[in-house]
């Protein structure tokens, strides 16, 4: 049973040196590793459009991310992006 123990986690090893060495390759080859960042651009309507009553106090965090069906951490990225 130690045996099969130690076994797995030297295949384990080996797959993430495997993984990391593709990402090196196909980084040096000039591939974007990662999600791709959030732009303005990015940001629905929905969000837009009641973006204003959350400047006027109207709406806090939570309730502007029940009203775009989105979550507040995704709004507190938009609103980041809003206001750099």
Do not use: W
Request: positive net charge.
């Amino acid at each position: 049973m130690q045996m099969s123990g130690v076994f797995a986690e030297l295949e384990l090893r080996i797959i993430r040196e495997r993984v990391r060495s593709g990402m090196a390759n196909a980084k040096a080859k000039g591939a974007k590793i990662g999600r791709p960042q959030a732009t303005a651009d990015d940001i629905p309507a929905v969000f837009l459009r009641h973006y204003p009553a959350y400047k006027k106090k109207q709406l806090n965090v939570s309730e502007l991310a029940r009203v775009c069906d989105l979550s507040r951490t995704t709004v507190y990225k938009y609103i980041d992006l809003l206001e750099e």
